[in-house]
């Protein structure tokens, strides 16, 4: 791993999560499942999705639906969001 100066290191000032419709998120496990074997966080973490939920919701982060978007899309939507928060921040 690389050292890292935490003095010089940039502060994160805007945090993004990527959601996708319910139905969108169950049928890429499902997917994956039959790509590979399930890995045992994967499981852990599926048996408790909604924690995980109520401690994302609990942050002030900002969240952006990928639903039916290309990764292409999603970087422009990224784009936009941090130029706006240039705009906005100065």
Not at 34 to 62: H, K, P
Request: proline content about 3%; glycine content about 6%.
């Amino acid at each position: 791993m690389p050292t890292i100066d935490w003095v010089a290191a940039a502060i994160p000032d805007l945090a993004v999560e990527l959601t996708v419709d319910e139905r969108v998120r169950r049928q890429r496990l499902a997917a994956r499942a039959r790509i590979r074997a399930a890995d045992g966080w994967l499981e852990q973490e599926e048996r408790n999705v909604g924690a995980t939920r109520r401690v994302y919701d609990s942050f002030r982060i900002t969240k952006v639906d990928t639903t039916g978007l290309t990764p292409h899309q999603v970087v422009d939507r990224l784009d936009g969001l941090i130029r706006s928060c240039v705009v906005q921040h100065g």
